[in-house]
């Protein structure tokens, strides 16, 4: 279990960060707003499981956050010759499996407040543009981003080529923009380009993992996440 004591709601872990300067929030999907890592852990293990190669939960969990072509060069590199079935195999059990994944609670509401507010509300994600549309579709959430970025149409995380996209359709730089996520890989996008970032702890990557990437506040639940979002000097 990661130590969370350091960042108990009793010690200001959000000082650095002044909402009244973002313009633009852009948030990771998987694990930071949508529950469902542990289904992506069991897709990865089934599709893995039909051609006879072991993977570890731990190693199907860390490379959440990736492309799925990274994701296939990082757990199955001896094997290049059976990604795209592997590919496969995990597409076709997650969408058949994943449709009770829902927003982690209280996520659906802190959207609509801050989209209230006059925030503007973005997604970078390592799902696949099919995949994202189908859950943007499943969450009837279309209409709360004005703008979108997966992993296959552009370069994966890190690589802040998704970031630089999106606040090129926006038109705000980068230091009024905020990324909210939960891996290792969106928080170095971000400092890449020295757009401000907060980690979320209750997803993917553990505390020390997050600290690396110098986040202006790392969050263990949703609740803290609202309360981070919301702050204003």
Known sequence: MNDLSQFSPDVDTTSALDMQNIDLIIFDWDGTLFDSVGQIVRS????AQQFQQPLLDDDAKSVIGLGLPEVMQRLFPQVPELHEQILTDYAQHYVANSGSDVWFDGVAEL?????AQGKLLAVATGKSRKGLDRVLAQTQSEDIFVATRAASE???????????????VTGVPADRALMVGDTS????MAQKINMPRVGVSYGVHAVEVLERFAPVAIVGSVAELRTCLLKQR
């Open 154 to 168: 552009t370069r994966s995380k890190p690589d802040p080529s998704m970031l630089q996209e999106i606040l090129n």
């Open 44 to 47: 990865l293990q089934f599709a």
């Open 185 to 188: 890989y969106d928080l170095e």
């Open 111 to 115: 959207l609509d407040v801050l989209k």
